[in-house]
């Protein structure tokens, strides 16, 4: 077992020493892999979802040895042709690393593909060097590509991340597509992951939409306040040093449980510690600032991009955090906007930029260190 000289791993699978809690989410997602459940899984960005999938995948015997475990990201996708495209490179890759007898196998099916692979000169292993304009037919391949995994030697667990991305390409029939090859499945098990809550929701509750009812929900919030602090302060003194915790409980606070910048903060905190010390309050919030400060530029850069009206709102529902009515008259008075419509129009460009998000609770800012970086300049500071 590695023990990385931080703990609060970042950028890389999490071993389970260095995991926190998720115990009864992973039992969950577990149960329902090995009893042929599709899941859907929600959850806000940075929350952790990546996390909790590879230590299910990987850390149960029964899913690690029995399973074929295929991991796909289509956040940067714009296309149906480019899904294919993303899903064809994972098989071929996970395929690569395990056997050649496999991988010839996918190959095999892949007639809409034939004759545009290379080869290692040194291996003579094929190689993906496939270009996105080789997909002519993006139906008809990814029919080859399920084709195959329904005849794989074993059953296959396909995670895709970020699926609520393909409500957004221009093939407005691709739910549809989709949906009716993976109904025929009888090998693969499907994890659909997704930050989107609203429109995850939507696919898989509206009678009207292909998938509909076709998954389990499963709905990832924050880590428990006190369990994340245990779990901090447990991994400091397990390294000689001690956290104070006051300093967990006020960055929990400041990211509303948000995994990924409490590690991060975690991360810088435990660097700037030496063995022996104590981590005190002053040393979490400088980890904080240290991020604002790296990110800067880039939280400049995108204020800049925005309208007056965008802009006007972003930071009304950074003051507040969370808003549940953001045209409502007592907040549009509230913070001087111009009216209800202007507000909605400039709602909807900042959920379409990914800015601010819409989930069961309200709207926020997608990213709470942007929130705290608008806060403090415009004299709401939360540090």
């Known amino acids: 077992m590695e023990h990385p000289r931080n703990p609060f791993i970042l950028g890389r699978r999490i071993g389970r020493p260095y995991f926190c809690d998720r115990e ?44 074929q ?22 098989v071929f890759n996970t395929l690569a690393e395990r056997s050649k007898k496999s991988l010839k196998g996918f190959l095999a099916v892949l007639k809409s593909l034939k004759g545009t692979f290379g080869f290692d000169p040194l ?20 029919k080859e590509i399920f084709t195959y995994l329904e005849q794989n030697e074993r059953p296959v667990m396909l995670v895709i991340d970020e699926f609520q991305q393909i409500t957004k390409y221009p093939e407005k029939n691709t739910e549809a597509i989709l949906r009716s090859y993976i109904q025929r499945m009888s090998n693969a098990t499907f994890i659909f992951a997704g ?12 009678s009207k939409r292909p998938f509909y009812n076709s998954s389990e929900l499963m709905h990832l919030g924050a880590i428990n306040e006190n369990v994340y602090v245990a779990f901090a302060t447990g991994l400091f003194k397990q390294r000689g040093r001690q956290l104070e915790e006051e300093g967990v409980h006020r960055a929990y606070t400041l990211f509303d449980g948000n995994t990924f910048y409490l590690q991060r903060t975690m991360n810088g905190a435990f660097a700037d510690t030496p063995e ?27 204020l800049s991009k925005i309208s007056i009206s965008q802009k006007s709102l972003l930071i009304a529902v950074a003051k507040e955090k969370r808003v549940t009515s953001p045209t409502g008259s007592a907040f549009v008075k509230r913070h001087s906007l111009t009216s209800a419509s202007s507000v909605q129009s400039a709602l909807r460009n ?20 942007l929130r705290i970086f608008v806060n403090s300049l415009y004299s709401y500071p939360e540090l």
């Open 276 to 302: 022996g010390k104590k981590c005190d309050t002053e040393t979490v919030i400088r980890s904080v600032r240290s991020m604002l400060a790296a990110n800067e530029v880039i939280y400049r850069e995108m």
């Open 69 to 90: 475990i295929f991991f796909l990201d289509i956040l940067q996708s714009n296309t149906l042709g480019e899904f294919v495209y993303l899903l064809g490179r994972t």
């Open 24 to 67: 009864e989410e992973e039992k969950r997602l577990a149960s329902a892999i090995t009893n042929g459940r599709n899941v859907v899984l929600l959850s806000p960005r940075r929350m952790g979802k990546t996390s909790l999938i590879n230590v299910t995948l990987h850390d149960s015997p029964i899913i690690r040895e029995e399973y």
């Open 350 to 369: 900042l959920i379409r930029d990914g800015i601010v998000t819409k989930d069961a609770d309200g709207y926020a800012l997608t990213d709470p260190l």
């Open 195 to 206: 930050s989107e809550f609203t429109i995850l929701q939507e696919m898989f509750t509206n």
């Open 123 to 142: 291996s003579g292993s094929p190689t993906f060097s496939i270009q996105l304009g080789d997909i002519i037919h993006p139906e008809y391949t990814l």
